[in-house]
């Protein structure tokens, strides 16, 4: 495989990985929970955590624990 070939691939990938990943992360401040999202973050986390409780309730009704 051509050295350049193997070049441009690593460009493309590190241009991805910037516009995808770096790029918003910057844009947010390098904060994960940014404002405006904490509620939506929490109310998410209480909606996993309640189906979760429902699952395990169901499992044990069953019987195959």
């Known amino acids: 495989m051509p050295t350049w070939f193997v070049a441009a691939v690593a460009i493309a990938a590190v241009t991805v990985t910037y ?5 918003p992360m910057l844009r947010e401040r390098g904060h994960c929970d940014a404002p405006g999202r904490g509620g ?9 955590r309640e189906e979760v409780r429902v ?7 069953d019987g195959s624990h």
Request: hydrophobic letters at 45%.
């Open 55 to 61: 699952l395990r309730a169901q499992d044990s009704l």
């Open 40 to 48: 939506d973050l929490d109310r998410r986390i209480a909606e996993l």
């Open 19 to 23: 516009f995808s990943c770096v790029r």
